[in-house]
């Protein structure tokens, strides 16, 4: 917003010709953020308290510890994201991008269902939330129809296509199966956000360093200078995802205060969907989809561990891991929470290191 209210006064403000900067407003998002996320963070757990009561339901099922050291918990915190994320994108993003309106529009939607389904699960005090196949139907609407505008957006063959990292410019066509594939994408990467988010501080730091590699990532490939150096696909336009992502890493190191060990507050089904949808939808947006399964490699682990447990469960009746997913199998192996939590957070980084090389390697 402030990009186009300065815009006529840049070249007479220097400051306002500082908003020109896409460098300089990224940074500006992820301080906005952090700021409202510090400034909102306090009276929104007091107020998720005093309506949620007892907070969070605590699985039975789950390790015996949660029912005592996490009880009474609220969630819901994901609504802090989503406020400190929308509001800095707004201030400080070129709102007459339609990349950066899509990818609000994967956000808010995937938190709204989020949202729903905390509300139902605090209602009815267990773990059913809003039925899984309708869950997965609002997902995949939403998918398809963020997909179908980023192919409309990008336009041409690269629009449609798949780009291969390492490979130089290597894209496989897609045609109309496109939007199929950017909504596997996105429901992909939200519930896979979903299933690691079990303990403090397990899932946003991730997500975090995910949304850091992808900042790089828009920046570059908005270029044409750099992404033409570095032999990537330019998406015009891409570029100002840079500023989303950062305000991402600030409204998730906001959380992060509030969501360290032991947490004030929970994410819940609110935040989790949400970024993880909005990871997902950068990621297709910026036509780096492999690389996203790269840099969030401990988002697929921890679904393909439920993945494999359900599995061979329903085909030998035994189970493969203590318990699915894979955090709570190191819980039952008698580590520590802080120690899994923070070697995650290890693997996390490195991942994220193998992402990046895959921009240079060509």
């Known amino acids: 917003?402030?990009?186009?209210?300065?815009?006529?006064?840049?070249?007479?403000?220097?400051?306002?010709?500082?908003?020109?900067?896409?460098?300089?407003?990224?940074?500006?998002?992820?301080?906005?953020?952090?700021?409202?996320?510090?400034?909102?963070?306090?009276?929104?757990?007091?107020?998720?308290?005093?309506?949620?009561?007892?907070?969070?339901?605590?699985?039975?099922?789950?390790?015996?510890?949660?029912?005592?050291?996490?009880?009474?918990?609220?969630?819901?915190?994901?609504?802090?994201?989503?406020?400190?994320?929308i509001v800095s994108t707004l201030l400080w993003a070129d709102l007459a991008n339609p990349y950066v309106w899509v990818i609000l529009g994967v956000t808010l939607g995937y938190g709204l269902l989020g949202a729903a389904d905390d509300h139902r699960k605090l209602v009815l005090r267990n773990h059913h939330g809003v039925p899984g196949r309708i869950k997965l139907l609002i997902q995949a609407l939403i998918g398809l129809l963020a997909s179908y505008a980023i192919a409309r957006t990008t336009g041409g063959a690269l629009g449609t296509g798949l780009a291969v990292p390492v490979f130089k410019h290597a894209i496989i066509p897609l045609g109309p199966a496109f939007p199929v594939f950017g909504t596997l994408v996105m429901m992909g990467s939200s519930n896979a956000v979903n299933l690691t988010d079990g303990l403090d501080g397990l899932a946003i730091v991730p997500t975090i360093i995910v949304a850091g590699v992808f900042a790089l990532i828009a920046y570059l490939v908005g270029n044409r200078i750099f992404s033409a150096y570095l032999e990537l696909d330019n998406v015009p336009g891409a570029g100002e995802l840079a500023v989303f992502c950062s305000a991402l890493i600030g409204s998730g190191l906001g959380f992060l205060w509030f969501n360290a060990?032991?947490?004030?507050?929970?994410?819940?089904?609110?935040?989790?969907?949400?970024?993880g949808g909005a990871l997902g939808a950068v990621a297709v947006a910026t036509k780096n989809e492999i690389v996203l399964a790269i840099t969030g490699g401990l988002f697929v682990v921890e679904t393909v561990s439920v993945v494999i447990q359900v599995f061979w469960y329903k085909r030998t009746g035994r189970r493969v891991f203590l318990?699915?997913?894979?955090?709570?199998?190191?819980?039952?192996?008698?580590?520590?929470?802080?120690?899994i939590v923070i070697r995650f957070w290890i693997i996390s980084m490195i991942l994220a290191l193998v992402g990046l090389a895959t921009l240079k390697i060509r």
């Open 1 to 85: 917003m402030l990009y186009l209210l300065t815009h006529p006064f840049a070249q007479r403000v220097l400051f306002f010709n500082l908003l020109h900067y896409l460098t300089f407003r990224s940074g500006a998002a992820c301080l906005t953020a952090l700021v409202v996320s510090f400034v909102l963070g306090p009276a929104l757990i007091r107020r998720l308290r005093q309506v949620q009561g007892n907070g969070q339901p605590i699985r039975t099922l789950g390790p015996e510890r949660h029912l005592v050291e996490k009880a009474g918990t609220p969630t819901m915190g994901g609504v802090l994201i989503l406020i400190a994320l």
């Open 261 to 275: 060990p032991p947490a004030a507050v929970f994410m819940g089904d609110t935040g989790s969907l949400a970024l």
């Open 323 to 339: 318990m699915a997913p894979l955090h709570h199998h190191f819980e039952k192996k008698g580590w520590a929470e802080p120690t």
